[in-house]
């Protein structure tokens, strides 16, 4: 079966890290380029990072640059993403998906150009 599995949320203090990962499965996630996005109440999905198949390029909403990395290891079929310095505001359902479209610095953004989500993990933030 072909899925992405998002694992790794839950509830840290303002300041604290995660680590989520997004395994693949039923498929090789070496093919694919893969994004993270985050989704808060009221609120439509969001990017917030983005990494090639081959794992040389990586790009980051601004909201998260240099707190937030994001890494591959393609023999694991997994992806990961480190929440660093995490804030209130970086309260959501944070969810992984696939896309084989090569995207540029801004396009990388857009939900339509995935094909393949996960059901998504929650990451709180307390103040």
């Known amino acids: 079966q072909v899925q992405l599995v998002e694992s790794g949320g839950g509830l840290v203090q303002f300041g604290g890290s995660l680590r989520l990962s997004c395994a693949a499965s039923g498929f090789f996630l070496n093919d694919y380029n893969v994004g993270w996005f985050r989704q808060a109440p009221g609120k439509e999905r969001d990017g917030v990072s983005y990494?090639?198949?081959?794992?040389?390029?990586?790009y980051f909403a601004d909201s998260v640059k240099g707190r937030f990395t994001i890494s591959r290891d393609n023999e694991q079929n997994t992806v990961y993403l480190q929440l660093n310095s995490l804030k209130p505001e970086d309260t959501a359902v944070y969810y992984c998906?696939?896309?084989?479209?090569?995207?540029?610095?801004?396009?990388?953004?857009?939900?339509?150009?995935?094909?393949?989500w996960g059901q998504g993990t929650q990451v709180t933030v307390s103040s």
């Open positions: 990494i090639t198949s081959s794992g040389d390029t990586s």
């Open positions: 998906a696939r896309t084989t479209y090569s995207t540029g610095s801004v396009s990388w953004r857009s939900p339509l150009l995935y094909d393949r």
